[in-house]
């Protein structure tokens, strides 16, 4: 559907807002698309109406989501629609927003719009992540670990080692870009010095991103203090505030998080993402934190690269314990990404 398509341009981008597309036809002619581009911004069947004038009396409006019916940082675009002369709107899935949720359909049906919903299963899959946060207030977690045939994530004594090709490193941006916000933590950011941001097809796209950093260790060199669109420090209550004060005035934000016996409470962390409004965050980190991850049930997706190489016994280890990672899994996939194999998991969270 061409305003899914649409509305795939700005995943990512959009939120605490879903991201929408829309299409204007008439007679069987595409007179205009449109698409959600951020927060704040005019909604995707406002830019598809804004140059139509009254060529768009009696068109058909399509959009991948039911049109809104409140104020927020824009006006509804329920009123665009109804001052703009459609005849009839078709959208793909149902806002589950309270504020909207039938709202949107029902106003425009009240103004004598025909305004129904043709339900499509990829609109659905599309959205998951917006209904989740519109109902937990929380993102969805979606994690990616390389690995070699014998499990091991690093050389002796924890030697970074390139482990995957060009092919599976497209599928990190891909991801990276489709995300609202990067999760890592102070041990890859002090071992590999990532630049966590988008590079793809010659275009560079930083992304928000938060560092799991107990202790506010990140070194002032990180080059991650360039690369990110914002970057911020999740620590413990108990942390030197002199190392507070000095990471704010430099511009990063820092949020004191409460701890567990095994480090950071995640689901503090995750409850605080969702705040910021994040629907889809992508997590990249070390073997220990993806453990903790999966045994906490906290991800919704988990990507295992494997690469065809074995690194030895001495090598380190994914995994610290045996993870029982298909008992909880409800699909899984495996696929040749070039010369190396993704296991693809998804998991189903409360």
Same mark, same amino acid.
């Given at each position: 559907?061409?305003?899914?398509?649409?509305?795939?341009?700005? @995943?990512?981008?959009?939120?605490?807002?879903?991201?929408? =597309? /829309?299409?204007? +036809?008439?007679?069987?002619?595409?007179?205009? @698309? =449109?698409?959600?581009?951020? /927060?704040?911004?005019? #909604? /995707?069947?406002?830019?598809?109406? $804004?140059?139509?004038?009254?060529?768009?009396? &009696?068109?058909?409006?399509?959009?991948s989501l039911e049109p809104c019916c409140h104020w927020g940082k824009t006006p509804p675009c329920t009123e665009r629609i109804m001052a703009s002369g459609i005849r009839e *709107?078709?959208?793909?899935?149902?806002?589950?927003?309270?504020?909207?949720? =039938?709202?949107?359909?029902? *106003?425009?049906?009240?103004?004598? !719009?025909?305004?129904?919903? !043709?339900p499509l299963a990829e609109a659905e899959s599309f959205y998951e992540s917006y209904a989740y946060w +519109?109902? #937990?207030? %929380?993102?969805? !977690?979606?994690? $990616?670990?390389?690995?070699?045939?014998?499990?091991?994530?690093? =050389?002796?004594?924890?030697?970074?080692?390139?482990?995957? &090709?060009?092919?599976? %490193?497209?599928?990190t941006h891909s991801w990276r870009k489709r995300s609202d916000a990067i999760l890592t933590t102070i041990n890859t950011l002090m071992n590999d010095d990532p630049q966590l941001n988008v590079r793809l097809a010659g275009e560079v796209v930083p992304k928000p991103v938060y560092v799991l950093d107990s202790q506010l260790q990140l070194p002032?060199?990180? %080059?991650?203090?360039?690369?990110?669109?914002?970057?911020?420090?999740?620590?413990?209550?108990? *942390?030197?505030?002199?190392?507070? @004060?000095?990471? *704010?005035?430099?511009?990063?934000?820092c949020k004191a998080v409460?701890?567990?016996?095994? &480090?950071?409470?995640?689901?503090? !962390?995750?409850?605080?993402?969702?705040?910021?409004?994040?629907?889809d965050v992508w997590v990249e980190v070390g073997g220990r934190a993806f453990q903790a991850f999966l045994?906490?049930?906290?991800?919704? @997706?988990a990507f295992f690269y494997i690469a065809p190489i074995l690194l030895g016994e001495q090598a380190l280890s994914a995994f610290s314990a045996p993870i029982p990672l298909l008992e909880n899994a409800i699909h899984r996939q495996w696929r040749a990404m070039g010369e190396d194999g993704l296991y693809?998991?998804?998991?189903? +969270?409360d």
């Open positions: 559907m061409e305003t899914l398509a649409l509305a795939s341009e700005r @995943r990512g981008f959009c939120a605490p807002n879903p991201s929408v =597309g /829309a299409v204007v +036809v008439k007679d069987g002619v595409v007179l205009a @698309r =449109g698409r959600h581009w951020a /927060a704040g911004w005019p #909604h /995707a069947e406002v830019e598809a109406l $804004k140059d139509l004038g009254g060529s768009v009396r &009696g068109a058909t409006l399509y959009v *709107v078709y959208y793909a899935w149902q806002d589950p927003n309270p504020k909207v949720a =039938g709202k949107g359909a029902e *106003v425009l049906n009240q103004a004598g !719009i025909s305004c129904e919903l !043709i +519109v109902q #937990h207030q %929380r993102p969805l !977690i979606t994690a $990616k670990l390389a690995m070699s045939l014998d499990g091991k994530i690093a =050389g002796p004594q924890g030697l970074t080692v390139l482990l995957t &090709g060009e092919t599976l %490193r497209y599928h002032k060199t990180a %080059r991650i203090l360039t690369t990110a669109a914002t970057l911020t420090l999740f620590h413990a209550e108990k *942390v030197d505030s002199k190392r507070v @004060r000095d990471w *704010v005035a430099a511009g990063v934000h409460p701890a567990t016996s095994q &480090g950071l409470d995640l689901m503090a !962390i995750l409850n605080a993402l969702g705040q910021d409004g994040w629907h045994q906490q049930r906290l991800l919704h @997706r693809e998991l998804e998991f189903a +969270v």
